[in-house]
Nanobody, 120 residues
Framework: QVHVVESGGGLVQAGGSLRLSCAAS????????MGWYRQAPGKQRELVAD???????NYADSVKGRFTISRDNAKNVAYLQMNSLKPEDTAVYSC??????????????WGQGTQVTVSS
C-alpha cells in the first residue's frame, strides 16, 4: 500500500511564503512523476507544478516565477516553495505521485490535501 502525505499548509498574508511537502512511502519499486494540484471552492482541480524523477519541471502560467517545485529522490519527498502568495492561490493543494510497482505496472496515488489560505 502506497501512502502519500502532504504537509505545510496554513494561513498566510498576501506576499508571504509557504513550503509544502509531499512524502510518499510504501511498496513501490520507484517513484516517477510527482505533481502538485490545487482546487479552490467552486473550481476544477488544476495542475500547479510537476517534476519528473530526473528533475524536469513544469509550471502553470499563474505560478511561474513565484513557485518552485523540487524533490529529494533519496527521501521520496517533493517540495513546493510558494513565494509572493496571492489571495487567488487559496485552495486545497494535493500531491499526486506515479509509481512503478512490481511486477511491473504503473499506479497513481493521491494525498489527502492540505489547505492553503492567503489573506489580503
Amino acid at each position: 500500500q502506497v501512502h502519500v502525505v502532504e504537509s505545510g499548509g496554513g494561513l498566510v498574508q498576501a506576499g508571504g511564503s509557504l513550503r509544502l511537502s509531499c512524502a510518499a512511502s510504501g511498496g513501490f519499486v520507484s517513484l516517477n512523476y510527482m505533481g502538485w494540484y490545487r482546487q479552490a471552492p467552486g473550481k476544477q482541480r488544476e495542475l500547479v507544478a510537476d517534476i519528473t524523477r530526473g528533475g524536469i519541471t513544469n509550471y502553470a502560467d499563474s505560478v511561474k516565477g513565484r513557485f518552485t517545485i523540487s524533490r529529494d529522490n533519496a527521501k521520496n519527498v517533493a517540495y513546493l516553495q510558494m513565494n509572493s502568495l496571492k489571495p487567488e492561490d487559496t485552495a486545497v493543494y494535493s500531491c499526486n505521485v506515479r509509481t512503478t510497482m512490481a511486477p511491473p505496472y504503473y499506479a497513481d496515488y493521491w494525498g489527502q490535501g492540505t489547505q492553503v489560505t492567503v489573506s489580503s
